[in-house]
């Protein structure tokens, strides 16, 4: 083998290695520029030996100890570091850097809250007393996934031949959310269509991709950035989840205290603190996770094992409760999308489990457990499918059927895979890694279904 190519792996693997340590909570910046500096001089002794470059490697990890270890130690010498990582950086070339990007995130948080309440220059009025016009529906997504975007892309500083790219999605999908001819319904009510339901519901979904592209920076195609991009994606669900609790607190305690002098802010707190928190609080959680992923990125392994057991039992609960009753799943609407973000959150679990594992550790109960989720979410989604096509087979074709049946498939196709890995790798047939690389690389399935369900479903079915 070349010896350009040689290189090029250590540093590949080095690279792996230097992302691992970045995520553990006591470890600064500083500190793995030492440690990565000691790997080199190991590796560079071990080649001068006659040993080949991933055999070098290997050895002089395996020589630094395990990664938990060394994180576990930092933690115990610096315990004070995680606190600190909430507010601060670690030097002052990192405060700028993060001062910097905060400004930016903010000046885009705002631009996402006017958005929202421009239209009312155009007559598309928010009034608390009653119905959102269904225009705020459609575009909903188009009001911040845009800025979410380009802040990305300053972030990554992405070129202009690659960004420019990012923009044509956005536009199809303003085309298509603005110009479609759904039958007129009432101010608010978007049910009045099925279609327009459904696009509703997988716009975001299908320019979430256009996210992740910006956000990989051009590693879009390596499997490290795409589950780089499932990371972020959990980590923002809970940061946004903790900033909307603050609002809501907020919100609640504004109204409060006006209401105690006679004054009353709803008119206030419901069109311009609600909508606009809502979108701006989109780029500020992004943001965030940016800053200060050291600190959420241990969080995410610890949720995983506090809810996987929990899972798996109401799982295989209400599987046991359907054949004992014989009771059938109602597949409305409503039902049926809190069933696949039900087997979507297994499939985050465990991907995120799978991403944490110490890839030295042997196969634990833990990794049983998950086996035994992903089963149990299969079977459920057996039972919904077979309930989809009773339904479909008794009435006929409808957006919604066709919809739920597509998705399901996908989520079938996604599980059954991902339990035949975890079988293999379980019984050392396998690496846990394949459950990863699968994963990852099924993502793009999703937003394409979602995008045929935008562009396609409201034509076929004549807009009902």
Known sequence: ???????????????????????????????????????????????????ATDEAFLVAVTRMGNLDAISREFAREHSERLWKQLVVTSDARDQADTRHEMWVALGLAAAAGAAIKLPELFGQRMDPNEELPTFYFRNATLFVLPLLTAFFVWKRAMPSATWRWLVLP???????????????????????????????????????????????????????????????????AIYY?????????????????????????SFLVATWILPCGAMGGVIVASWLVEAKQSVVENMAPVLTRVFTPLFAAVLLAFLGTM???????????????????????????????VSARDLETGVTVFDWLQLLLVLSALMV???????????????GFTPNRVAALGENILLLVNLGWTAWLYLRALRRQGGFEAIEQWQTAYLPVYSLWAALVVAVFPPLFNFA
């Not at 069933?339 to 991907?351: E, T």
């Open 241 to 265: 989840v903790l900033i909307a609790t603050g609002g809501g607190v907020l919100m609640g305690f504004t109204t409060l205290m006006f209401d105690a002098i006679g004054t009353d802010v």
């Open 381 to 395: 989604d057996v039972v919904a499918l077979a309930a989809i096509a009773m339904r479909i087979g008794e009435f």
């Open 1 to 51: 083998m070349p010896d350009g190519t040689r290189r090029g792996d250590l540093e590949f693997q080095i690279a792996q290695w230097r992302a691992y340590l970045r995520r553990r909570q006591a470890v600064r910046p500083v500190d793995i520029e030492e440690l990565e500096g000691h790997l080199r001089d190991q590796v560079a002794a071990l080649t001068d030996a006659g040993l």
């Open 170 to 236: 956005f536009l199809a999908a303003a085309v298509v959310a603005n110009t479609f001819p759904f039958p007129a319904a009432p101010a608010g009510a978007i049910g009045e269509s099925d279609t327009l339901a459904l696009m509703v519901l997988h716009l975001p979904i299908a320019l979430w991709l256009a996210v992740g592209v910006a956000y990989a920076g051009g590693r879009w195609f390596e499997g490290g950035g795409r589950m780089d991009f499932v990371r972020f994606s959990g980590e923002l």
């Open 323 to 353: 054949v004992v009753t014989g009771s059938p799943i109602n597949i409305e609407r409503n039902v049926l999308i809190a069933f696949d973000l039900l087997l979507v959150l297994v499939v985050g679990l465990v991907l995120y489990a």
